[in-house]
């Protein structure tokens, strides 16, 4: 059986967006497929989705597995069992991430590739948000199993330029994998009117553009509520990482569906059911 494709998202720095572009093109794929979808939350030192999608105190995710990670027991039936079905998006999983910051030594790079080849046996597409840490076994791990390796950074110079050097440029390929071998996706802050545009980041880190992901106060402010699936679907947000999303649809072979046309009116009535602009 060939294991299933894996896109790995890493940000050049923390705390920019990583989980947000990540999660929204798992949203995406799941919307225009028919694949099962595994969301891993790898990101050992500043697990959020469980936040965004609002269990602020989940009752299962890798720290419950722990145990079966270490003597390599986990199945694909348990993995199936632990991880969260998204409400309103079939095909969606999430296996909440650590949760003990001071617990991410303590998985090793056995644990992390156990895990990440029961994952490519239980679901159709595994995504891994590793974060923007190095210094530990899920983010080295799944950086070079990846089929796909995408580099989430921003238009602040420290970000695209120094940090990508410190870390993509210099720590990557002690691991094997150049710092060629990733794609982009650009983060637009709602709160920078300056900073670099896409073509100065692209020419900077020499990768193709994947795509853009902007975000915006509404939905900084669904974030916050746990409500983050909720936008994704709404007015404002159906659209995002739609594109990089059918890209990677088609670099890993899955059937895509036909896009559905949305009338003006039921725009608004989503928009109105999902509370945004109000």
Not at 2 to 17: D, E, K, S, Y
Not at 74 to 94: D, K, W
Not at 109 to 125: C, K, V
Not at 169 to 181: H, I, M, Y
């Amino acid at each position: 059986m060939t294991p299933a494709p894996l896109l790995a998202f890493v940000g050049t720095t923390p705390n920019i967006g990583t989980t947000v572009a990540a999660f929204a093109a798992a949203c995406r794929i799941a919307e225009r497929s028919d694949a099962e979808i595994g969301y891993l939350c790898l990101n050992l030192k500043s697990a959020k989705i469980q936040r965004y999608i609002g269990i602020d105190r989940p009752q299962s995710g890798l720290d419950s597995i722990r145990p079966e990670l270490r003597d390599r027991s986990l199945g694909t039936e348990q993995l199936l069992r632990t991880a969260h079905p998204v409400e309103g998006i079939n095909g969606l999983h999430v296996l909440f991430g650590n949760l003990e910051r001071d617990q991410a030594e303590f998985y090793t790079a056995e644990d992390i590739g156990f895990l990440l080849d029961t994952a490519r046996q239980a679901f159709d597409i595994v995504i891994a948000d590793v974060g923007a840490y190095w210094d530990n076994a899920a983010t080295v791990c799944a950086i070079r199993a990846a089929t796909a390796r995408v580099l989430v950074t921003t238009g602040a110079l420290t970000h695209f330029q120094e940090d990508w050097n410190r870390w993509i440029g210099q720590v990557s390929p002690l691991f094997g994998v150049a710092s060629a071998d990733y794609e982009l996706v650009v983060i637009h802050s709602p709160w920078r009117s300056g900073g670099f545009n896409v073509k100065d980041i692209q020419k900077e880190t020499g990768l193709q553009l994947a795509g853009e992901l902007r975000l915006t106060e509404p939905m900084l402010l669904q974030l916050d509520s746990g409500q983050y699936q909720h936008w994704l679907k709404g007015a404002e947000g159906r659209t995002a990482m739609q594109q990089p999303a059918e890209r990677w649809i088609r670099q890993t072979g899955m059937k895509s569906r036909p896009a559905m046309h949305v009338q003006p009116w039921y725009r608004k009535l989503l928009a109105h059911r999902n509370g945004v602009g109000s």
